[in-house]
């Protein structure tokens, strides 16, 4: 690479005067001596010579045109060089007597006389630079640029590059000020490079000159992330991969031709796309590997053709790379029908010639039209949006084209700008932030840490969010980072930057991080925390409960947070809290939502009481029992905590609640498995007098057998005419009951509806590190889809 730099104007930017010496001020400013500089034909030259060859072809008089093309050229030289522009004028006079004879003649050169736009172009440039201290001089392309006879100009790239270094060899130290557009062939005579093609000629002169970087300047800031002609939100892209850039380019974009990214696989060379009128500002750049934060951008054709086949699919697929092999591969095609489409620019370039080779193929050209626009998402990870951009599409669109790094769909052409409204919403904007704050980094929040860790990838892939654990909040210390926790590694940075906790410091620096949405997990049982919620949902936050406190609180407290989440329009979900995993809230929603009643709510709550019960065979003491289970780690360290049913009179409650009912803790009747007597003693004495427990369970247990039953401890909830009743205790069941056969340590859910009056059963483990860590997280996802969907 020689360091030196290509600048790129295009017609736009040369439109009067005035554009004329921004330009050379932007060479001079973002520029060195011996940069190249490749221009375009001012303003509307270009059409201008096109227009000046019809009515010469059409035999019409062309005198009154031409003279107008040499007042608007004429006017620019005056304007920009003053006085000292006389012999570019007198050139002028010939160009344009010369171009007078050309139109009058048989054959005309046709692309010799439109190339004189660019040559007037690099003439008053350089001389502009030059009057201005720069010097510079113009290089007519044809001098050195040798290119084919193909119907896409192919340029030989080992006798161009070195007829353009001994060009440039012959001016150091100058800004040689290059013609865009065209070169010339093997007899000299002048090849374009079709429309638009002067950014080809500048990123192919950049690679034969082996310039480090191509900046095109034109009349936008760069690249934008969809069209901002059509939203008003679109946002520039800061860089791009050349994959993608060359996706966009393959789609039609206006910015770039399909062209100007090919010879940057020639030469790792960054381009820059950048706007004349605002040099200063932000713009884009195309680096041979983009950045993973890349956003996806959304690209669009009003208008494309359309072709319809009838005929075999191997011969559509040869179609197809033909089409390839030309330079202009489809831009969707379809195999059921058989159909593909062009770029308007490419169906006209092709003429006849597509018809003909389908017809060499077997294939029949059934139909083509223009009815159709374009619709593309160009990404460096287009599967993890395919479901996305398929749900937005509508019933007129062709199903989705999957390219290497870009979706593509085709639209009637009315709809185009609306799909393009949807898709840059949905899958071009911003990814959204969702931060999580776990309270409880114990057995269970270690347990869920582990989980996120895993599964973090694949929800930021289903969500297409970023979703971060910003915060670990234990007993008396807690750690807040806005940028992210890594949930494999947690451990080491809590130890090193844990705060101490004072009160909700921890809240007032979560509320203000600048995320989209924040969700505390709570997976404790302090109650001090469930009396924060109101304040927590205020500061802006969702919940996640496995702690059963808010829950089952005192009913105005629980009424006031209801309130205060639709106020706020946070989300609060607290299945974990009863079941574990098991999908008991989404039963009840089903049955609630399919019109269904329920009467009843029953079951065995607690594993630990599961186990005892089905254990419990008289053979032996229960209080042995009981130390047995807790020896084996399947109660709460104080085992009162279990026998006292406590847990599952809160359970009961939080469900009555969740069926509507305005419960109190205080009206579901609870019978303890604990003497009074044993109630508030000490652990360790309670453990020395457990055997008290042991008179009133087996006089229970005789009860049960002498009446053919079996002892259950159990919840219960009825609702009918009479009123609500609530009870946990003890209960005697059949034999052929479900709780009656229940496995040790499960949970049973048991409920009647006027649907199911002979029960529906939710059976599984209802405690567990594991279980509950994958209750919260599927609370989590299901806050996310609210949020997301």
Same mark, same amino acid.
């Given at each position: ?22 330009? =050379?001020?932007? @060479? ?106 720069? *010097? ?58 079709? #429309? ?5 000629? =500048? ?30 939100? =679109? ?7 050349? +994959?993608?850039? $060359? ?31 605002? *040099? +200063?500002? *932000? ?5 041979? #590997? ?13 208008? @494309? ?26 831009l969707a095609d379809y195999d059921q029908p058989l159909m593909l489409a062009l770029t308007c620019e490419q169906s006209r370039a092709l003429g006849g010639d597509l018809a003909r080779q389908a017809a060499s193929l077997g294939l029949t050209l059934l139909s083509s039209g223009d009815d159709y626009g374009l619709v593309g998402l160009v990404s460096q990870h287009p599967g993890r949006l395919a479901g996305a951009f398929a749900r937005l599409l509508s019933r007129s669109a062709y199903p989705c084209c999957r390219h +290497? ?9 009315? !709809? ?21 704050v776990l309270a409880g980094k114990g057995n269970i929040g270690s347990a869920w840490l582990d989980l996120f860790s895993r599964q973090q990838q694949q929800l930021n892939e289903e969500f297409e969010a970023e979703m971060r654990l910003v915060g670990i909040i234990g007993s008396e210390h807690y750690l807040i980072d806005e940028a992210g926790i890594d949930p494999a590694r947690w451990q080491g940075r809590y130890q090193q930057e844990a705060r101490e906790c004072h009160g909700l410091e921890w809240l007032d620096r /979560? ?42 609180? *005192?009913?105005?407290?629980?009424? !006031? ?34 019109? +269904? ?28 029992? @009981? ?43 609870? !019978? ?6 044993? /109630? ?13 427990? $042991? ?16 002892? #259950? ?12 009743? /609530? ?63």
């Amino acid at each position: 690479m020689t360091g030196k730099q290509l600048h790129k104007f295009g017609g736009s930017s040369l439109a009067d005067a005035e554009c004329y010496h921004r330009v =050379a001020h932007i @060479v001079q400013t973002h520029g060195h001596a011996g940069d190249l500089v490749v221009v375009s034909a001012a303003g509307k030259t270009t059409n201008a010579l096109l227009d000046l060859l019809r009515l010469a072809r059409h035999g019409q008089p062309f005198e009154e045109a031409l003279a107008e093309l040499k007042r608007f050229q004429q006017t620019l030289v005056s304007e920009t060089l003053g006085a000292s522009g006389q012999p570019l004028s007198d050139q002028l006079a010939a160009d344009i007597a010369h171009i007078g004879q050309c139109l009058g003649a048989e054959p005309r050169d046709c692309a010799a006389i439109q190339a004189f736009g660019e040559l007037w172009s690099a003439r008053l440039l350089a001389a502009l630079l030059s009057r201005l201290g720069a *010097p510079a001089t113009a290089l007519d392309a044809r001098d050195f640029l040798l290119l084919d006879d193909s119907v896409q100009p192919r340029p030989d790239w080992a006798r161009s590059a070195e007829a353009l270094h001994r060009c440039l060899a012959q001016r150091p130290n100058q800004r040689v000020v290059v013609t865009g557009y065209f070169g010339a062939n093997a007899q000299g005579r002048t090849r374009l490079l079709g #429309r638009n093609g002067s950014d080809y000629s =500048a990123t192919l002169i950049a690679a034969l000159a082996e310039a480090a970087e191509v900046t095109i300047w034109t009349d936008v800031a760069g690249i934008y992330n969809a069209d901002p002609n059509l939203l008003a939100d =679109a946002r520039l892209q800061a860089s791009l991969s050349l +994959d993608e850039a $060359d996706q966009l380019a393959r789609l039609g974009s206006p910015v770039l031709h399909s062209r100007t990214l090919q010879p940057l696989r020639q030469v790792a060379m960054a381009l820059n796309v950048r706007s004349s009128y605002t *040099p +200063d500002s *932000p713009y884009t750049r195309i680096l041979p #590997r983009g950045s993973e934060q890349t956003e996806p951008v959304v690209t669009s054709l009003g208008r @494309v053709t359309l072709y319809r086949f009838q005929g075999k699919v191997p011969a559509f697929h040869q179609l197809c790379d033909w089409l390839g092999q030309q330079g202009l591969p489809p831009l969707a095609d379809y195999d059921q029908p058989l159909m593909l489409a062009l770029t308007c620019e490419q169906s006209r370039a092709l003429g006849g010639d597509l018809a003909r080779q389908a017809a060499s193929l077997g294939l029949t050209l059934l139909s083509s039209g223009d009815d159709y626009g374009l619709v593309g998402l160009v990404s460096q990870h287009p599967g993890r949006l395919a479901g996305a951009f398929a749900r937005l599409l509508s019933r007129s669109a062709y199903p989705c084209c999957r390219h +290497d790094q870009a979706l593509v769909t085709l639209v009637p052409s009315r !709809e185009v700008t609306a799909l393009v409204e949807s898709i840059h919403r949905r899958c071009a904007g911003p990814r959204r932030r969702i931060g999580l704050v776990l309270a409880g980094k114990g057995n269970i929040g270690s347990a869920w840490l582990d989980l996120f860790s895993r599964q973090q990838q694949q929800l930021n892939e289903e969500f297409e969010a970023e979703m971060r654990l910003v915060g670990i909040i234990g007993s008396e210390h807690y750690l807040i980072d806005e940028a992210g926790i890594d949930p494999a590694r947690w451990q080491g940075r809590y130890q090193q930057e844990a705060r101490e906790c004072h009160g909700l410091e921890w809240l007032d620096r /979560a509320a203000v991080m600048d995320l989209d949405e924040v969700v505390l997990l709570d997976i404790t049982a302090s109650a001090s925390l469930a009396l924060h919620y109101p304040e927590i949902v205020a500061a802006g936050l969702h919940l996640v409960s496995a702690n059963k406190q808010a829950g089952s609180g *005192p009913g105005t407290f629980y009424r !006031e947070l209801q309130r205060q989440l639709s106020n706020c329009h946070r989300y609060w979900r607290y299945n974990a809290s009863v079941g574990a995993g098991l999908p008991v809230f989404y039963s009840i929603d089903d049955l609630k939502r399919s019109g +269904d009643a329920i009467t009843s709510v029953s079951g065995v709550f607690s594993g630990t009481l599961s186990w005892l019960f089905d254990h419990y065979d008289r053979r032996g003491p229960f209080s042995e029992l @009981v130390l047995q289970a807790k020896s084996e780690g399947l109660t709460e360290p104080d085992p009162r905590d279990d026998l006292s049913g406590r847990d599952m009179q809160r359970k009961l409650l939080i469900l009555a609640r969740e069926l509507g009912l305005t419960l109190e803790l205080e009206q579901i009747e609870l !019978e303890s498995l604990v003497p009074a007597a044993l /109630a508030d003693l000490p652990l360790e004495q309670f453990l020395a007098r457990i055997e008290e427990l $042991d008179p009133l369970m087996q006089a229970a247990a005789d009860e049960a057998k002498a009446r053919g039953l079996a002892l #259950r401890y159990a919840a219960s909830l009825t609702i009918d005419e009479a009123g609500v009743r /609530a009870r946990v205790g003890l209960e005697q069941v059949a034999h052929s009951h479900p709780f009656a056969n229940l496995p040790a340590g499960d949970n049973q859910f048991l409920f009647l509806s006027k649907h199911y009056p002979n029960g529906l059963v939710i059976q599984g483990p209802g405690a567990g590190r594991e279980v509950t860590a994958a209750a919260v997280q599927s609370d989590f996802v299901a806050i996310c889809r609210r949020l997301l969907h």
